[in-house]
Nanobody, 125 residues
Framework: QVQLVESGGGLVQAGGSLRLSCAAS????????MGWFRQAPGKEREFVAA????????NYLSSVKGRFTISRNNAKNTVSLQMHSLKPEDTAVYYC??????????????????WGKGALVTVSS
């Protein structure tokens, strides 16, 4: 059974940093592109960041570019999201997502095969 388990969420003050990690199990994820989405209270889910199979290509939501960095470790089946200079508007549940057959995860979320259960990130002002 495929599982994606996020960790590293929590409460942080504005300007602070957090690192989210997603551990994938159930199969080898070196053939999956990976990424992160988030959903704030009362809002629709939105794309945050994506990374290709080798980790050489990334894509970011414009509002997090320069503050967030996505990375992956294929040997450990993990994908991480390092978040700096956090803002209250970054408050959301962050979801790990994976897919096959794509260069990168699509911002629409179309094609995602598996989702994690989410990790809550709360940024206080």
């Amino acid at each position: 059974q495929v599982q994606l388990v996020e960790s590293g969420g929590g409460l942080v003050q504005a300007g602070g940093s957090l690192r989210l990690s997603c551990a994938a199990s159930g199969r080898t994820f070196s053939s999956y592109v990976m990424g992160w989405f988030r959903q704030a209270p009362g809002k629709e889910r939105e794309f945050v960041a994506a990374i290709n199979l080798s980790g050489s290509i990334t894509n970011y939501l414009s509002s997090v570019k320069g503050r967030f960095t996505i990375s992956r470790n294929n040997a450990k089946n993990t994908v991480s999201l390092q978040m700096h200079s956090l803002k209250p508007e970054d408050t959301a549940v962050y979801y790990c997502a994976v897919a096959r057959g794509l260069l990168l995860l699509r911002p629409s979320g179309y094609g995602v095969e598996y989702w994690g259960k989410g990790a809550l990130v709360t940024v206080s002002s």
